[in-house]
């Protein structure tokens, strides 16, 4: 399957590309855009919300009705008091009143059917609202460990909450304020033209005309504006997020001036873009105001004469033209608004929208089973794969796990060690040859089976912001309190939770950072031991941690790892001193395997390797007490392999061993 996604380089030339080309208009495809749309806008999972929708453009349409008898039941008010007989019509008054009540204030901005179509709207928007998050949360959780390896997290999250704003917005816009305003122009034209002349429905046309390609115009023109500031806006809050992520490096190395200087510096470029934007508006309000004032002046001049002057309109007709062109003009007055929230949202959307055009380059084939794990044997057939066309990381590699046995990766940094275990897990599917689990290909069963028969302790554990139990529940959702206990009393960490302030409830902080790290490695160990897997992958699980801490998890480790079949990443040699068989990987291939006694005998890179840690070990140990415990001869020592232990370490040859 080829990889839809391109390297940094291109990334930057796209975003390059998109500032060259930022006067594009928003409107484009915009039915495309629209038909991605269409299933969260309609409420197809729920009558009653279909019935709200069919009620609120039931109440539009009568909204348009009463906004032409409000005026023309005012005219008929004035006449019944300007021409003899003067009659006392209070039944004219009441329907009038009746009809300022449904209609809200003479701008449809408060009255009742627009209260009630947007209390029904209120469910309506909500549904749109959660399947739009729902699906683009979905969407991310989908996309590989690849795209997510080179995200920004505060942009990623800026851009779901404006797309998701956008949403909720765009219908309301769209249905309920800019087509009923359209309709009230063309009822306006119509029945000027019918009740008056020509001449009024050419003003009232001319004016709305004039002002809707004033304001589509320069809208478009200002698009260029909002993007950049949209852009602007995504890079503060990608720098305030990144740096308060990174707030024990920033302490580390006493950048916290460096940080504020440049949060402040996307700041202040942030508030340019978002000045010109400001200023530009200005400038279309002023332009808007002009045409408005320009086209109420003709028509009230035109009335006014053919009152006083012709006598062809009574004192009412002018009343019903000045009222009613005032009715129109207000929501038109809002068009140009209107307007540029639906081509701001359709901006805030275009980042949304690449987002959820993103595709995954790992996907379940169609109809995949799901994998049937007999014994948890694993098979590696002649694997190869690189993260890029440049360079294979792996090349032709070739490895069983025999069900229950242990393997041991080990070599150098950038050898290919934990490309294997992604492999395993799918994160990214091989270039060539196939990953086996008792016989089945991983790329033809569902990822979710797959992963739910293995279980990984990582190096660097990152725990939820949450309780202890909830962490540990992780491994296993649906376990009851009895189980998670059971789980933390073999990972060794039952009791050291019961000394925290709330026990199992106790919050860890964010990434867990309330905690030591023996403390979260053995709460991973102790979410994998819920999990209960038929496979096991540890990645450099004590790698971080001190000597003592190390030596206190791998009993846990042990229990963990009984019967399973095991995957290890070590680069303490001494971890895996017992594995039934240790791969030496280096360049992507592997140059040795054999047992841990095989290798040393062989005199190669694995014995150099063992070598080599063994003086630094004893180097270290005069540096710091001056007694190698007669360590430091050149025959290294044999750890003792405690019996049936899958990771255990013996403790008859001295302390040193554990640093290996």
């Known amino acids: 399957m080829s990889c839809p996604y391109q390297n940094h380089l291109n990334v930057l030339e796209e975003k390059q590309f998109k500032i060259k080309d930022d006067n594009r208009s928003t409107f484009r495809n915009v039915f495309s855009k629209l038909r991605t749309l269409l299933p969260f806008l309609w409420p197809r999972k729920s009558f009653c919300l279909q019935v709200y929708v069919f009620i609120c453009i039931m109440a539009l349409v009568a909204g348009r009705v ?87 997290t505060g942009e990623v999250l800026r851009v779901m909450d404006r797309g998701t704003d956008s949403i909720d917005n765009l219908l309301s816009y769209i249905l309920f304020s800019i087509t009923p305003t359209l309709v009230d122009i063309l009822v306006a034209v119509i029945y000027f033209v019918a009740q008056f002349n020509v001449w ?22 200002r698009t260029k504006f909002q993007r950049r500031m949209n852009l602007a806006d995504n890079e503060q809050k990608a720098r305030s997020v990144d740096s ?26 942030y508030q340019k873009e978002e000045f010109k934007s400001l200023l530009t508006l200005n400038m279309l309000n002023t332009i808007q105001n002009v045409i408005i004032c320009s086209g109420l002046t003709a028509g009230s001049l035109l009335a006014v004469y053919m009152v006083v002057d012709t006598n062809k309109l009574t004192v009412g007709d002018y009343v019903l033209f000045a009222s009613y062109i005032v009715q129109l003009y207000v929501p038109l007055n809002w068009f140009g608004t209107y307007y540029r929230a639906i081509q701001k949202n359709f901006v805030d959307m275009e980042n949304m929208f690449e987002l959820m055009r993103v595709e995954s380059d790992v996907c379940d084939a169609a109809g995949a089973p799901e994998l049937l794990v007999r014994r948890g044997g694993l098979e590696f057939k002649h694997v190869s794969f690189g993260y890029g066309p440049e360079r294979l990381v792996l090349s032709n590699i070739s490895f069983k796990v025999a069900p229950g046995t242990t393997v041991a990766l080990v070599g150098p940094s950038g050898a290919g060690k934990s490309t294997i275990m992604r492999l ?45 139990r909830y962490n540990i529940q992780y491994g296993r959702l649906e376990a009851l309190s009895a189980d998670i206990i059971s789980a933390a009393k073999n990972a060794d960490i039952h009791d050291r939770i019961l000394t925290f302030p709330d026990a199992y409830d106790t919050q860890v902080g964010e990434r867990g950072l309330r905690l030591s790290g023996g403390e979260k490695q053995r709460i991973a160990i102790a979410r994998t031991i819920l999990k209960d897997p038929a496979i096991v992958l540890l990645d450099e699980a004590t790698s971080a941690l001190d000597t003592n801490t190390e030596r206190n998890i791998q009993s846990a480790l042990a229990r963990v790892c009984a019967n399973r079949t095991t995957l290890i990443i070590a680069h303490r040699l001494s971890t895996i001193i017992h594995a039934d068989e240790i791969l030496v990987l280096k360049e992507g291939e592997i140059i040795e395997r054999g047992n841990h006694e095989a290798l040393l005998a062989q005199g190669g890179f694995y014995a150099s390797m063992w070598q080599q840690q063994l003086e630094n070990r004893n180097g270290n140990g005069n540096n710091n007490n001056n007694d190698n415990n007669a360590e430091g001869n050149n025959n290294p020592p044999r750890p003792q392999v405690n019996g049936g232990s899958a990771f255990g370490h013996g403790h008859g040859h001295g302390h040193g061993h554990g640093h290996l």
């Open 66 to 152: 009463i906004n032409l008898y409000v005026p023309i039941y005012n005219k008929k008010i004035v006449d019944s008091l300007s021409i003899p007989p003067l009659y006392f019509r209070w039944d004219l008054v009441l329907i009038y009143v009746f009809f300022k009540f449904l209609q809200g204030g003479g701008t449809g901005g408060m009255g009742f059917l627009n209260n009630l179509r947007s209390f029904l709207w209120i469910k309506v928007q909500q549904y749109t609202t959660r399947e739009i998050q729902l699906e683009l949360f979905k969407h991310l959780h989908d996309l590989p460990l690849r795209w997510h390896l080179s995200r920004k």
């Open 200 to 221: 009024f429905g050419l003003i009232v046309f001319s004016t709305m005309v004039l002002y809707i390609i004033a304001t589509i115009v320069v809208t478009e023109w």
């Open 244 to 269: 308060l992520l990174n707030y024990e490096t920033v302490k580390y190395y006493g950048a916290e001036s460096y940080e504020v200087m440049s949060y402040r510096e996307a700041i202040v470029n």
């Open 424 to 468: 395993l897990f799918r994160f990214y599917d091989v270039n060539e040859g196939a990953v086996l689990v008792d016989g089945q290909d991983v790329r033809t069963v569902t990822q979710a089976s797959l992963r739910a028969n293995i279980g990984v302790v990582p190096q660097d554990t990152v725990l939820f912001n949450n309780t202890v």
